[in-house]
């Protein structure tokens, strides 16, 4: 299996971006998925996560302002950004696992699969 994240890039506070995730040779029909980040100098954090049985989860932070979906015939999980602000910025990582988490495991970060991230930068 194989994960990997496209879609970053620089914007300007107020913007939005669209992040990609195609997870390559995964075929389970249950399945949790999540994106995560990592700004400088801080732990990572979950962001939004999604399940196979279509309940989504986001962190307080981004909650009205993100989005997560899945478009399963592509096997691609997007994450779309509105009102991005400065601090948005961050590494962003795409993670998957082969079963549905319970809820309060959702954001954490015990999966199996992960993309090596794409790059969110908001400017002020």
């Known amino acids: 299996v194989q994960v990997a994240e496209s879609g970053g890039g620089s914007v300007q506070a107020g913007g939005s971006l669209r992040l990609s995730c195609v997870a390559s040779?995964?075929?389970?029909?249950?399945?949790?998925m999540a994106w995560f980040r990592q700004a400088p100098g801080k732990e990572r954090e979950g962001v939004a996560a999604?399940?196979?049985?279509?309940?989504?989860w986001y962190a307080r932070s981004v909650k009205g302002r993100f989005t997560i979906s899945i478009d399963n015939r592509e096997n691609t999980l997007y994450l779309e950004m509105n009102s991005l602000n400065a601090e948005d910025t961050a590494m962003y990582y795409c993670?998957?696992?082969?079963?549905?988490?319970?809820?309060?495991?959702?954001?954490?970060?015990?999966?199996?699969?992960w993309g090596q991230g794409t790059q969110v930068t908001v400017s002020s």
């Open positions: 040779g995964y075929t389970y029909s249950s399945y949790s």
């Open positions: 993670a998957a696992h082969p079963a549905i988490k319970p809820n309060y495991k959702l954001l954490s970060d015990s999966y199996d699969y």
């Open positions: 999604l399940r196979s049985d279509v309940y989504t």
